[in-house]
């Protein structure tokens, strides 16, 4: 059974031929195969390998957030040496912000604080 970054990496190839209707050919084969249940993996992997190591990623929960934690953003991109980025909200992410470039990664979500008390709770 083919993986999902096993399917990242063709479709990485055949995006970079300039093979017409990928994501289409994708569904089909995938469909066609039994292995739709891992396209949200596929694309997972697909994202985060295409962020490169001067562009990073601010994640935050709501678009205000953005303002309020301004400062911190800035310091975290300059630690992680990002010359541009992109911004993306995602409301899972409770509160705070993460940042991040393919290689390094500044967490400070709520979620995250969330999730390891629970983890360290049921430990």
Not at 8 to 14: C, G, I, M, P, S
Not at 39 to 48: A, G, H, S, T
Not at 88 to 106: F, P
Request: aromatic letters at 4%.
């Amino acid at each position: 059974m083919l993986s999902a970054p096993l399917y990242a990496l063709v479709v990485k190839d055949l995006v970079r031929s300039g093979t017409p209707d990928v994501s289409e050919k994708l569904v089909t084969y995938m469909k066609a195969r039994g292995h739709l249940s891992l396209l949200p993996q596929v694309v997972r992997i697909l994202e985060r390998e295409g962020v490169s190591e001067a562009s990073g990623e601010v994640v935050v929960a709501r678009e205000k957030d953005l303002e309020r934690y301004r400062t911190q953003i800035a310091e975290a991109l300059e630690a992680i040496k990002a010359t541009d980025h992109r911004v993306r909200i995602d409301e899972n992410a409770v509160g705070g912000y993460r940042v991040r470039n393919k290689t390094h990664m500044v967490d400070t979500t709520l979620r995250s604080a969330l999730v390891r008390i629970y983890h360290n709770v049921i430990s």
